[in-house]
């Protein structure tokens, strides 16, 4: 591991950014006057907004150390998950977003009621809140303390996030959604700059592409690896893969959150589409990091600090401390929208079902205390993780076991009125035992070192996808249809395509979002053939 050294400028830098997104929060607490401003920013935001809050909110520590670390152990194949990614940010643009956005929802758990009832939303808002605690701010937390412990190593991961989780918490208690977007804005710009620094440094230091490829071997610069691969098996990109990047992309609060503030349909699929563009640009500025990182530290002690090395070891005074900015930025964006989609969750698909007739005083502080508590429970595991083999295999996992099933309510139940909610519930009960004895199985091998006869997760979660989606229809077409719903605003039908058709028409090309979600497909294709 290289030696660190950080200069006063690095510090002045770092402290200019810290006082930068607390400054936002101070600045967006006096512009939120309602709960819609407080939650979802006013639903004003324009699609370089959401774009950018998307990419940030995703690609924040957990991507940034994760990506690299897969990287390093196992090459290009971990970049499978940004690639897919991008295709279902299109399915999202075109499927899903506009009747979200009809129905006017606070919570993507909502639209659930709306189409199958509360038991449906009560059960996927109280996942969701689990995941963004134990998975998406825990991680966050846990990745970045990482790198900032390698520039305070006097201080120990659990101090390190414990004051990160005061300052996320902090700012974003007081702006709310508006405060997090924005900031995100910025933290992708510089996440991006700074992503690009460490790039190049690496690449020169390595001594160009001719020699990665006689260093790593073409195999590890390969996306698409064999069936047989422990890694990353080709077929699990259509039933792991898929289903974790729906699950995350389509239906965590924790990114729709942005598109539901959009401050039209055209806007947020816009804005989709832009972080499904930026996404493809992580092969080049997160993955292939990692791999130039196992060229120049072969005998590192943890692949989890392939990108940490590089930073500490290739940037000059200056551009350490925008770098570690950069990363603290990253850092930022997964703590601040977890704790922003948790909050929002518990406030409208619980608190307000019990207390429809609070007023905004009591509704912010009913929040704001739940924000508290989200926190603490957060840092409590994020040191945790430590004990997981692979970091990226423990987000991975987790996933994997826990939303096939919620996937199924989706898919088939935005395209047919017949799937009911007697269905849904059948596959929720079903799921739940499913992804339960999956994941204490998993605990069980890991505690006891037998031999784990479960196959791939990837497979798994499409096997219990399967068994999912065959409960959820089955039982609804034994069962009466669902009557009394307003299907025009829960079903997509081939009018509400010949009236988009209509709109689009007016439009020049370049904006046509059906032309630019070819276009993305296009350079996704040209990705694979290449690599």
């Known amino acids: 591991m290289p030696d660190v050294s950080i200069s006063l400028i690095d510090y002045i830098l770092i402290a200019v950014y810290f006082s930068f997104v607390i400054g936002l ?44 670390e897969s990287g390093y152990r196992s090459g290009f194949a971990v970049f499978s998950y940004e690639w897919m990614a991008t295709i279902v940010l299109i399915l999202f643009a075109i499927f899903f977003l506009p009747y979200y956005l009809k129905n006017k929802i606070y919570t993507i758990p909502e639209f659930l009621e709306l189409r199958y009832g509360r038991f449906a939303r009560s059960y996927f808002s109280g996942v969701t809140m689990f995941l963004n605690v134990f998975i998406d701010i825990a991680s966050g937390l846990f990745a970045g303390a990482l790198v900032v412990k390698m520039a305070f190593p006097e201080l120990s991961l659990t101090t390190i996030i414990w004051v990160i989780s005061i300052v996320a918490m902090f700012y ?79 239906t965590n609060q924790f990114i729709a959150q942005r598109a539901l503030a959009s ?22 500025i997160m993955v292939l990091p990692g791999v130039m990182a196992l060229m120049l530290y072969p005998e590192l002690d943890e692949a989890v600090n392939a990108y940490p090395a590089l930073i500490f070891d290739l940037l000059p005074v200056g551009l350490l401390g925008l770098t570690l900015a950069g990363f603290i930025a990253a850092l930022m964006s997964s703590v601040d929208s977890g704790l922003n989609s948790a909050t929002t969750l518990f406030t409208y698909d619980f608190y307000k079902k019990f207390r429809p007739d609070a007023d905004l005083k009591q509704t912010m502080a009913v929040s704001k205390v739940v924000m508290f508590g989200l926190t603490i429970v957060a840092a409590l595991w994020a040191p945790q993780i430590v004990k997981f083999e692979s970091f990226w295999d423990y987000l991975q996992m987790v996933l994997s076991f826990i939303c096939p099933p919620i996937v199924a309510l989706f898919v088939f139940g935005l395209f047919s009125k017949r799937i009911n909610t007697k269905g849904a519930n059948a596959s929720i009960i079903t799921g739940v035992a499913l992804s339960l004895m999956s994941l204490f199985y998993k605990i069980y091998v ?17 096997i219990i996808f399967i068994v999912c989606s065959i409960i959820l229809v089955g039982v609804s077409l034994l069962t009466p249809p669902d009557e009394g719903k307003d299907w025009k605003k829960l079903i997509y039908d081939r009018s509400f395509f010949d009236a988009e058709t209509v709109e689009l028409a007016d439009l020049p090309w370049y904006y046509n979002y059906r032309y630019q979600s070819v276009g993305l497909l296009i350079l996704v294709a040209a990705l694979l053939i290449i690599f």
């Open 25 to 68: 929060g101070f600045y967006f607490r006096n512009q939120s006057k309602s709960e819609e401003d407080y939650f979802l920013a006013g639903r004003a935001l324009t699609w370089p907004i959401i774009g950018f809050s998307l990419f940030a909110s995703n690609m924040g520590s957990i991507s940034l150390i994760g990506l690299a």
């Open 172 to 250: 974003t208690m007081l702006g709310g959604l508006a405060s997090v977007v924005y900031s995100d804005t910025i933290q992708a710009i510089l996440l991006i700059i700074s992503s690009i620094v460490v790039t190049i440094s690496a690449f020169n230091a390595v001594g160009g592409w001719d020699n990665i490829v006689a260093s790593v071997g073409s195999e590890h610069l390969s996306i698409i690896r064999p069936a047989d691969d422990p890694d990353l098996p080709w077929p699990g990109l259509f039933s792991g893969v898929f289903l974790l990047g729906f699950y995350f992309w389509v």
């Open 263 to 284: 401050k039209s349909t055209r806007e947020g699929q816009w804005g989709a589409l832009f972080a499904g563009f930026l996404k493809l640009f992580t092969l080049f």
């Open 446 to 462: 890991n505690i006891t070192g037998v031999e784990d006869i479960l196959p791939h997760y990837l497979y798994l979660a499409g």
